[in-house]
């Protein structure tokens, strides 16, 4: 920091030395000299100077305007002041860079254009060509009074510009490869869209596009076929009964349906096969024949009696194919 004060500090007195000697070689010329110099003299408050960097460049190069400021801030407010500059035919890239450096009441500005000139007017027409640019014009204000504004003009430096063609004059040497061109001072990417925010708008759209994806699969994905239960094999009727069968069944019943007629009948059947039969037994078969004639109507109890003795004496594979009441196994 003390060696910049201490350069600041130098380049003021060089600008005050400069004025002053303006002011004396001034002082013997016309009126209109003499009117300029008297404006220059009373901006003691204020100083500035103006470089070119570099001084000699190749077509095409980059070249640096500084205009340095030094000022009083108790007398002249820093942030009145305002630089302009013309370097037709070169054009300004990019907006000035700003600079601010204060110490004690003194206040150093550097206001940094950019120039580059890649047009036709440019190219020099012979080996090189110089190219002179107006004064630099400072607009400023008095401290604690914005309408009492000044101005004060700082002269230009020119600079000098070598064809690329050509052979490089003293100063030009850049090595063997003329073409090469300082690219660092080109300005910075700028993008239509931040790169942050583009990032989370592919994220998104990403994020969104698999979701859909997912859903598009889901949707397609055939749907699962419920296997119904079979339906339970209808259960087959029972045999019919044989007339023997029916004829016991009868007789085992105490609700009689067509009165004594019906119990008569079975028991006149029982006693046929127990006759004709194999395995029949003829004293069991005149028992029923006896009661199918009796004057009476036969009680349940002889005709159940009379059933289970017949059911006692079935054969095996007759007794298998029912159960005890008389239904198909």
Known sequence: MGRRLVIVVGLAAAVAGAFVLAFVVLDGGDEGADAEAVVE???????????LEPAVALFGDTVLAHVDVLLDRTRVDPESVRVGAEFAPFEI?????RLRRDAGDTTYLRRTFVLRCLVGTCVPSGESARYEFP???IAFAVAGDDA??????????????????TALGAGTDRGSAPWVVDLLSL?????RLAPGLLIAVLVSTAVLAALAGVLLGYLAWPPRVLELEP???PQLPPPPLSPLEQALLLLEQSIRVDGAADQRRALELVAEELELADWGDRDLARTARALAWSEGVPPIERTTQLATRVRTALPLEE?????????VA
């Open 148 to 165: 009492d504004t000044s101005s004060l003009r700082t002269p230009m430096p020119s600079v000098r510009v070598y064809s690329r063609f």
């Open 135 to 137: 004064p630099a014009r």
């Open 231 to 233: 339906e339970p094999e």
């Open 319 to 327: 007794s298998a194919e029912t159960n005890g009441d008389g239904h």
């Open 93 to 97: 890239v990019g907006p000035p860079q």
């Open 187 to 191: 300005p910075s990417a700028s993008y």
């Open 41 to 51: 003299l009373e901006v003691t408050d204020i100083e500035a100077a103006a470089t």
